[in-house]
């Protein structure tokens, strides 16, 4: 799983985000853990979150006296700034790329601005938690309404505050989760799941989400929910039975089936079910729940199918079961990457 994207993002970009300001201006247990992980996966984005925290930290001291109306001010004021510095950058002479880079420099102070601004107007209505979990780590959570959710492994989830006054429950998912709600009483605050694309609307129910790689999948073990893409103009909404798996592809398609639910559920009690899974499909697994990379030296490899039920499961249980079973070899190139060859 990429981190909500966060491999590609730019300077500007993580300016703009709420979770990296959080984590920069009010770091806490949370946020920390989150984004000491991520900087130990992406080494190479090192000095860009350098230059963003740096931004940031540099503005910190407006931010207690921010009054709603600073923001307008503050936009006009920098637009200016840029304005009378941009006609620099059309005449060419020596100082031409010093030039073009305080026209950067004054770019990238406005979307700090802008970005710090708007987290400041804006922090009283966006009161998400947000929990992370590590590679291999299954975690329980008790949201504000008594509900619980079990957390995958790599996985991360925002939620709202669950006031009477929001009106609704909602959480986001990146990854993967076990969700059993609570039914609110009064029926006056739907739970809303957003994962990707897809919206899932809840009536009180257990079911699993997979959102790893951008094409959430939903299987209902109990209960109903209801199903909207949220990309779609059509905004087609889908009510599942229980017993039946959903899953989203690109251009607003899906594919509906009837599955047996304990296998996609297993996880929750770390055990692993692949039911004629291609090791392909294996070594995507791996990849998202330990951060584990498995390479194929046999272009058939991948193609091969493997069916096994592993209890107390982690990467080197199903790599040591994959050698058994098709009689390969598996040679570990570095703590994360591991190699199978015929």
């Known amino acids: 799983m990429e981190w909500k994207d966060y491999a590609d993002f730019t300077v500007a970009d993580f300016l703009a985000d709420d979770f990296f300001m959080e984590w920069v201006l009010r770091p806490n247990d949370e946020n920390q853990v989150f984004w000491q992980d991520w900087q130990q996966h992406y080494p190479e984005k090192q000095a860009i979150i350098t230059e963003a925290k740096a931004m940031l ?3 910190e001291y407006n931010r207690h006296n921010m009054p709603a109306e600073s923001y307008d001010r503050i936009w006009h004021a920098l637009h200016d ?14 100082s031409h790329h010093r030039r073009r880079w305080r026209k950067a420099a004054i770019f990238s102070g406005v979307c700090g601005m ?8 804006f922090k009283q209505q966006d009161k998400r938690a947000v929990y992370t979990s590590q590679f291999g780590e299954n975690r329980r959570l008790l949201l504000p309404d008594s509900s619980i959710v079990i957390l995958g492994p790599h996985s991360a989830l925002k939620a709202t505050a669950f006031s009477r006054k929001a009106g609704a429950r909602e959480v986001w998912l990146d990854g993967e989760a ?18 990707g694309k897809l919206d899932i609307e809840v009536l009180g129910t257990e079911f699993n989400v997979n959102n790893y790689n951008g094409r959430p999948q939903v299987v209902l073990h109990s209960g109903r929910v209801a199903l909207r893409d949220n990309s779609s103009r059509k905004k087609e909404r889908i009510v599942m039975e229980p017993g039946e798996l959903i899953e989203y592809s690109t251009g607003n398609h899906y594919t509906r089936k009837k599955v047996t639910t304990e296998k996609y559920l297993a996880w929750v009690n ?11 499909e294996v070594a995507a697994q791996l990849q998202n729940k330990y951060g584990i990379q498995v390479l194929f030296a046999d272009s058939t490899l991948p193609r091969e199918q493997f069916s096994a039920t592993l209890e107390q499961a982690d990467h080197t249980v199903v790599l040591k079961a994959i050698k058994e079973a098709f009689g390969i070899q598996l040679t570990q190139q570095d703590d994360h990457t591991f190699l199978l060859s015929r």
């Open 81 to 94: 700034k840029m304005g009378n510095a941009m006609p620099e950058t059309m005449h060419y002479d020596r």
């Open 114 to 121: 802008l970005a710090l601004g708007a987290f400041w107007l």
């Open 270 to 280: 770390h055990t692993l079910v692949f039911d004629n899974a291609s090791l392909e």
């Open 57 to 59: 930290l540099s503005l």
């Open 178 to 195: 076990y969700f059993m709600i609570k039914p609110d009483p009064h029926n006056a605050q739907p739970f809303m799941v957003h994962a």
